[in-house]
């Protein structure tokens, strides 16, 4: 199995759809994140989970909606969204904070996200 | 400001030569830590070589190193006999300390590598 897995690869939804973007990582880590890379633009940080908690929303509408059932898992709910949310979306993984010097985050392929 | 600068957009390099990638950051913590990572068309975002603001030794990573000049706030990423396949988009990223696990990415340089 490789590290960080995310699932679909691709997905194209209307405005007025729901979806679901599903994370899932393999490395025993117990922090996870989402973040989008949009065009021309630097990463940036949605959520922060550490042992299923969310500890981190940077300012993200609501209608994208985190959820983290265990520690390997993670899922990002999608509902009417809107043409700009279309993007790369990215889930990544590490040891939490003040486990170790690197913390260093693992991430996966990513989502392409295009919103109609 | 940024709090990470990447003042290349885009690179070509001629393959088996080195090549250095610029990246300054803006921090006042004293602990912190650097981060390269490597972004091919797929998409992933794959880790490269990490650095503490207290290692007082460069970090090299096989073909990868880290030059770290501290008072400079530098961390050019080095890549040392180029191949075809680190065509890519690079990001340097920024860890600091305060409590949180928040990386700050730059814009990224696009690296081509010609045969």
Redesign the interface.
């Known amino acids: 199995e490789t590290g960080v897995t995310q699932t679909p690869r691709h997905l194209v939804m209307g405005m007025t759809n729901k979806k679901s973007l599903k994370c899932e990582q393999h490395l025993g880590h117990n922090a996870m994140y989402w973040y989008k890379q949009s065009a021309k633009k630097p990463l940036e940080l949605m959520f922060v989970y550490n042992f299923k908690e969310q500890t981190e929303n940077n300012s993200v509408p609501s209608r994208f909606s985190p959820e983290c059932p265990n520690s390997s898992h993670l899922f990002l709910h999608l509902h009417t969204l809107q043409p700009e949310d279309s993007a790369l979306y990215l889930c990544a993984s590490s040891q939490p904070r003040g486990t170790s010097d690197q913390e260093t985050q693992y991430f996966g392929p990513g989502t392409r996200l295009l919103v109609l | 400001a940024q709090k ?1 600068t990447q003042t290349q957009p885009g690179m070509f390099v001629q393959e088996k030569e080195a090549v250095t990638l610029d990246c300054t950051y803006d921090t006042s913590d004293q602990s912190y ?1 650097l ?1 390269w ?1 490597k972004q091919p068309s ?6 490269l070589i ?1 650095q ?1 603001s207290y290692d007082e030794q460069n970090a090299t990573e096989g073909r990868y190193s880290l030059n770290f000049q501290k008072a400079r706030k530098s961390a050019n990423l080095v890549i040392s006999a180029s191949q075809l396949g680190d065509s890519a988009m690079y ?1 340097c ?1 920024m ?1 600091e300390s305060g ?10 340089t696009r690296l081509t590598i010609i045969p």
């Open positions: 990470i830590g981060f990572y797929s998409g992933e975002m794959i880790f990490y503490g990001f990223a860890r409590g949180n696990e928040k990386l700050t990415f730059g814009t990224g």
